[in-house]
């Protein structure tokens, strides 16, 4: 089984199919770490305060994850 089966990845303005897997094996290979742009996590029912901060900005919001 891999690593990232049950992973959806959902990008935009770029080229998703010629990137992806090259990057995924970049990060796989612990050479590169995505976590920086990770200024959020917040509970599943605490989405819509994400998707305010997220669109306003608020305490430097670059990417807030939720969990379920």
């Known amino acids: 089984m891999s690593r990232w089966e049950g992973l959806t990845l ?6 998703v199919r010629r990137y992806l897997q090259p990057l995924l094996q970049v990060v796989e290979a612990r050479k590169f770490n ?3 742009v990770i200024t959020h996590r917040l509970r ?8 305010q901060a997220f669109r306003d900005k608020e305490d430097g919001c670059i990417k807030v994850v939720l969990t379920p």
Not at 10 to 15: D, K, M, S, Y
Not at 44 to 51: H, N
């Open 10 to 15: 959902r990008t935009g303005q770029t080229h």
């Open 34 to 36: 995505p976590s920086f």
């Open 44 to 51: 599943l029912d605490e989405a819509p305060r994400g998707y």
